[in-house]
């Protein structure tokens, strides 16, 4: 309904709207013209690890006087394109993070995120449903690595040196294991697709819904992905693979906290993931883990967000 009148009516009659992004959601679009004034809540997409926001534009950015005068008038010219408001929190742990990169346009809200509710929903994810019946219950393991800043778009972890499709297909066989890869979505266009029966590549159309999905497996891999994060909530076994560690730290952005706070299991190479998944060393998150990372319950988090609106809502 974008560009229409009908969706522009819609905008002017709402009280409240949500994103799960930038600050300027649609605003390139000109759609937020017709929500200046009204309750902006920004449930963002994750969790920093990574520095977002005015911190990453520090790095990037020079604040020169011409721009900072082109702000000013913009601001006056395009008001709705600098409107501020509110963004969940999740976490106190990373409640000065956020307050850091955000804090100029949201004032916090302290609720877990409302995306964790399908990370406890009773429904299956087609996915799984369909591999559980096509190998009898699989190990499903799931690959979900972060984009990286110095590799725009063009990461492929099967062209590393060391991967061996034969022999990590053969133990998988061995041990009934599935491995599903979902890549960032900036790196979804590189052309990485089926790899073999039991290494798959998954699309944001091949599942349902992504957290519904993510509940249903069995152990996740990632690397600086804050996905990290949410998956502590299963309390489910996790799996580090920064094998580009230090060249990470030295060109992408910086991180907020030490990456060796993060307990789980670390391998390096294709050939300690096969390891690794062979004699299934890895281990579920200590409650120590939980409890510094994510210590808010989960199940009812639409529900406590939409009280606190209500609770505090000038309408």
Not at 76 to 81: G, Q, R, Y
């Amino acid at each position: 309904m974008r560009y229409t009148k009908e969706g522009q009516q819609i905008q002017k009659d709402s009280g409240v709207f949500f994103c799960t992004h930038g600050r300027l959601n649609n605003a390139s679009e000109g759609d937020l013209r017709y929500m200046n004034g009204i309750r902006y809540v920004n449930l963002w997409h994750g969790v920093p690890f990574k520095q977002v926001g005015d911190d990453e534009r520090a790095l990037i950015v020079k604040q020169t006087w011409w721009k900072k005068i082109k702000t000013r008038i913009r601001k006056c010219i395009v008001p709705w394109e600098f409107i501020t408001g509110e963004m969940v929190c999740g976490s106190p742990f990373f409640k000065p993070f956020l307050q850091s990169a955000f804090g100029k346009y949201f004032n916090l809200i302290n609720t877990p995120e409302p995306r964790l509710d399908k990370l406890v929903s009773p429904t299956p994810d087609s996915i799984t449903t369909e591999l559980n019946l096509q190998f009898e219950n699989p190990l499903k393991i799931l690959y979900m690595p972060t984009f990286r800043d110095t590799n725009f778009g063009k990461f492929n972890p099967f062209e590393m040196a060391g991967f061996n499709r034969e022999r990590l297909e053969k133990m998988l066989k061995s041990q009934n294991m599935v491995l599903l890869y979902k890549g960032h979505f900036l790196d979804q266009q590189n052309g990485v697709t089926h790899i073999d029966e039991r290494i798959r590549v998954v699309g944001d159309t091949d599942y349902d819904d992504l957290y519904t999905f993510i509940k249903d497996v069995d152990v996740l891999i990632t690397d600086y992905s804050s996905i990290y994060f949410d998956f502590l909530c299963l309390r489910k076994p996790m799996i580090l693979f920064p094998f580009d560690y230090s060249d990470y730290s030295a060109h992408s952005r910086k991180s907020y906290f030490d990456y060796n706070l993060m307990e789980a299991k670390r391998v390096y190479t294709w050939q300690e993931m096969e390891e690794c998944l062979k004699k299934k060393t890895y281990y579920p998150p200590s409650e120590e883990e939980i409890q510094r990372f994510r210590p808010l319950p989960i199940g009812n988090c639409c529900e406590q967000l939409v009280n606190i609106l209500r609770k505090t809502s000038k309408q």
